[in-house]
């Protein structure tokens, strides 16, 4: 047996790991997995006003105000209705361009569409734009929805990750336990885009009156359930790993049954088809009837207002849709437009609250609040345009926005970084600070 003296040993060793570590510096390296973003969550208080929150029922949203973000108010885009302003808050686009120009529809392709018609709902057809859960699953996250006007269709042929039919059934403290579920996955398999919904403050507005003890008393309940995330993200050790925003699609006016405009009054029935009624009218001349219809309607009236969709007013940024009738009549803020038929199949009585007028109306301002490690303390905003918060999400969660009405540059004050606490996103940028409140 021939055995090599100890110093060759020693010197062939030492030649060996020379090779090993050129051969490892040589190995292509493995890229490291891209950080996830910190989790979003998008929650829509329907027909919730900023002032609500002077009312003192609200401790749990006073709290995130106070050592958070909050924009004096929020402008609705027109009309200021629930389905069109809830998708422009996850498009960016206004109703104009991502074609859910109201709550009730019609298309000549695709039929009708209302709240209850579940087969238009469920449609993507007609849901134009990218809403964030789409942009966001394109760019490798995950999203999850309870609740979202839109979140029920599939949108250029993506749905969110997890999402659920609207139903009233669920309580708010079972909502916000559904979206608590999921953040108690791995981490690896949380949805960074997730939303909450809670419809309660404005069917009380509807059916009460915005100044009601039992709108009140919805207000109070749809704190608690945020003061219940609140202490589950607590619970969790996720306090400070979580972004809120928290929105309100428009505001609520008081309407009543004296203040109602017959347009039998002003019209005979069969020369126009009625497509939609109450804050926002639309017709559209029956064939033979146009010039009967516009001499009847367009122009100043009491308490209303009529245009052809391509007059519309260039600040409601509306009237290019084909959905988009071809007469639109805005009623007077606490005013509705209706048939007698409509007024009769109501009891001739129409409900003490009301939203759809003109979003620069003081009744339809909206809540926008924000609060979490990406955002400001204390810092209030300027009134601003619902068409903002798209790219504020795209901001948060790391990823490219979609085309869009928004620009970023305006809620780059509620940032951190923007106070020079936090660096901004690669590809972004800071430009100005925001006002801190007293």
């Not at 206004?94 to 018609?117: E, K, Q, W």
């Amino acid at each position: 047996m021939t055995i090599t003296p100890r110093p060759l040993r020693a010197l062939a060793a030492l030649l060996l790991i020379g090779l090993l570590l050129a051969a490892c510096a040589h190995a292509p390296r493995q890229a490291a997995a891209p950080a996830l973003p910190d989790p979003v969550i998008l929650i829509s208080l329907d027909g919730f006003h900023p002032d609500y929150l002077q009312r003192g029922l609200s401790p749990t949203l006073q709290r995130l105000a106070d050592t958070g973000v909050l924009a004096a108010w929020m402008n609705p885009s027109y009309p200021s209705l629930t389905f069109p302003n809830h998708y422009t808050l996850v498009t960016g686009l206004r109703p104009d361009r991502h074609g859910i120009v109201h709550n009730t529809m019609f298309d000549p392709a695709l039929g009708s569409f209302g709240l209850s018609l579940r087969g238009a709902v469920e449609d993507g057809r007609w849901w134009g734009g990218e809403p964030i859960w789409v942009t966001a699953r394109r760019q490798g996250l995950r999203t999850a929805t309870m609740f979202w006007p839109g979140s029920e269709a599939e949108i250029a042929g993506l749905r969110p990750h997890e999402w659920f039919r609207f139903s009233p059934q669920p309580t708010p403290a079972e909502r916000v336990d559904t979206l608590l579920a999921w953040l108690d996955r791995p981490e690896p398999d949380w949805p960074r885009f997730m939303t909450l919904y809670f419809e309660h403050v404005d069917t009380a507005g509807h059916d009460f009156g915005p100044h009601a003890p039992q709108t009140d008393a919805a207000i109070a309940a749809v704190d608690a359930a945020l003061a219940r995330l609140l202490d589950g993200l607590r619970a969790r050790g996720l306090e400070g790993r979580v972004n809120l925003i928290i929105t309100s699609d428009h505001g609520m006016a008081e309407v009543s049954s004296e203040r109602v405009i017959l347009l039998d009054d002003h019209l005979p029935r069969e020369a126009a088809r009625i497509l939609t009624l109450g804050e926002v009218v639309g017709l559209s001349p029956q064939p033979g009837h146009e010039a009967e219809v516009e001499a009847a309607l367009l122009g100043r009236h009491a308490h209303f207002a009529c245009w052809r969709r391509e007059q519309l007013p260039p600040r409601w940024h509306y009237g290019r849709h084909p959905r988009i009738p071809a007469i639109v009549c805005q009623a007077d803020e606490g005013w509705k437009l209706l048939t007698r038929a409509a007024l009769e199949r109501a009891g001739g009585r129409v409900k003490p609250g009301a939203h759809g007028f003109d979003p620069e109306a003081p009744s339809m301002r909206a809540l926008f609040l924000a609060h979490g490690p990406a955002f400001a303390q204390g810092v209030e905003l300027p009134p601003f345009d619902n068409v903002h918060v798209y790219p504020l999400l795209a901001h948060l969660l790391g990823i490219t926005a979609a085309d869009c009405d928004g620009d970023l540059a305006v809620l780059v004050p509620a940032l951190r970084s923007a106070h020079g606490t936090q660096a901004v996103l690669p590809g972004q940028s800071c430009s100005s600070c925001g006002s801190t409140r007293r």
